[in-house]
């Protein structure tokens, strides 16, 4: 069964520095997503991504966040200098054409120290 | 704004149905999802209904929506102990099918 794949599954980094979490959506989908959820909080939406480039985006998603489909299988997220309050557990989504069912990844658990 | 509010644990015995809970604001939703997320995991889809359905069921789910009162359920008949997970409640808007989560009911089965 096809799968979205994250990487790293953990990623430890110190504050200020730059973070890429990928992810490899489902191949044939066209519409790609982040989420991301602090410990103990909701899930919350930050950016959505279609026909190379953002088609909605949260108040979170400020300067410091930055989304990327640098080849045909991968979908970055880019944290420039990255917060204590940006630890979260990050998930990637992608759904299809015509489908209403997004698909998520097991997501990426980012501490920043 | 978009909001969608859950209760944040409901305990039954194995065997028994769970009714889980969730009420949201907007009314411009097309679908509501419901996932769960075990331990560790991450967020695998159970079932969803579009607006204009008043239920839906999938073997032991059954998923009720009254859009008078933006209210929806999830009903799991034969609780079994590899239920025990966080069940997110979520709204999708047609426009951008970006979700709007819930916080979350923790489902816990006592054998």
């Known amino acids: 069964e096809p799968e979205v794949t994250q990487t790293p599954s953990h990623q430890v980094t110190q504050m200020g520095q730059e973070v890429i979490l990928r992810c490899v959506p489902i191949?044939?989908?066209?519409?790609f997503y982040w989420y991301r959820q602090i410990l103990g909080q909701k899930v919350e939406f930050l950016v959505s991504?279609?026909?190379?480039?953002?088609?909605?985006k949260s108040e979170i998603f400020d300067d410091q966040f930055s989304v990327e489909r640098p080849d045909g299988s991968n979908f970055t997220l880019k944290i420039r200098s990255t917060k204590l309050e940006d630890s979260a557990m990050y998930f990637c989504?992608?759904?299809?054409?015509?489908?209403?069912?997004?698909?998520f990844g097991q997501g990426t658990r980012l501490t920043v120290v | 704004g978009e909001d969608v509010e859950q209760s944040l644990f409901l305990s039954v015995r194995e065997g028994d149905s769970s009714v889980i809970n969730c009420t949201y604001t907007?009314?411009?939703?097309?679908?509501l999802y419901w996932y769960k997320q075990e331990p560790g995991a991450g967020l695998q889809l159970l079932t969803y209904?579009?607006?204009?359905?008043d239920m839906k069921q999938d073997q032991r789910l059954t998923v009720l929506l009254n859009k008078k009162d933006k209210h929806l359920s999830l009903r799991i008949a034969d609780t079994q102990t590899g239920d025990s997970a966080i069940y997110f409640c979520?709204?999708?808007?047609?426009?951008?099918?970006?979700?709007?989560f819930g916080s979350g009911t923790r489902l816990l089965v006592r054998p």
């Open positions: 209904i579009f607006s204009n359905m």
């Open positions: 991504f279609y026909n190379n480039e953002i088609s909605e």
């Open positions: 191949s044939n989908h066209l519409y």
């Open positions: 907007d009314s411009s939703s097309t679908y």
């Open positions: 979520a709204e999708g808007m047609d426009s951008s099918y970006k979700l709007i």
């Open positions: 989504a992608s759904r299809g054409t015509g489908n209403t069912e997004a698909f």
